[in-house]
């Protein structure tokens, strides 16, 4: 049965042989993507799959955030400043980059310790929503985030569209 990220795809009527190789997903891994519940994209793959697919249907980088909510629906979404709104600006300001990484886990719905664990190398499994929630809880615009992070994709149709303005 489809996944949320499947549906998403059929929805949008593209390849998704085009799709993955644009994305540097093999096709083995998009199809359980897109087919089995147990696969959870890693945020590269979030980002890369879903940008291209919006592109690739001709569709405005603004529906990158909407796409998420269609992918992700039951995600926590927890502000995760709102407790400090009530303090100075200068605080709010240290509070916003200070802030155990216990509560973080625990508001955007991560394993309790996996932060440290991802640090230290221990694991390597940053999943998609999990970073997508911490984005959004710390008031970030997360397609732009995912930018910064991941660098910016540029396909061949843009590239074409800038040389010819």
């Known amino acids: 049965m489809a996944?949320?990220?499947?549906?998403?795809?059929?929805?949008?009527?593209?390849?998704k042989s085009e799709v993955g190789n644009l994305a540097k997903v093999?096709?083995?891994?998009?199809n359980?993507?897109?087919n089995k519940d147990t696969a959870k994209p890693s945020?590269?793959?979030f980002y890369r799959i879903v940008f291209i697919a919006i592109k690739l249907a001709g569709r405005k980088e603004n529906e990158f955030n909407d796409s998420v909510d269609e992918i992700f629906p039951e995600r926590p979404k927890n502000n995760l400043l709102a407790e400090f709104?009530?303090?100075?600006?200068?605080?709010?300001?240290l509070k916003k980059y200070t802030q155990k990484q216990s509560d973080v886990e625990d508001k955007i719905?991560?394993?309790?310790?996996?932060?440290?664990?991802?640090?230290?190398?221990?694991?390597?499994?940053?999943?998609?929503?999990?970073?997508?929630?911490?984005?959004?809880?710390?008031g970030l615009d997360l397609l732009s985030t995912l930018k910064d992070i991941y660098g910016e994709?540029?396909?061949?149709?843009?590239?074409?569209?800038?040389e010819t303005t």
């Open 3 to 15: 996944t949320l990220l499947g549906k998403f795809l059929d929805r949008l009527d593209i390849k």
């Open 26 to 30: 093999k096709k083995p891994r998009l």
């Open 32 to 34: 359980d993507l897109c």
């Open 43 to 45: 945020p590269e793959e």
């Open 85 to 93: 709104s009530h303090l100075p600006p200068d605080i709010q300001f």
């Open 109 to 138: 719905g991560m394993a309790d310790g996996k932060i440290s664990r991802l640090a230290s190398e221990k694991v390597k499994d940053l999943l998609a929503v999990e970073i997508i929630c911490f984005i959004e809880g710390m």
């Open 153 to 162: 994709i540029v396909l061949e149709e843009d590239k074409k569209d800038t």
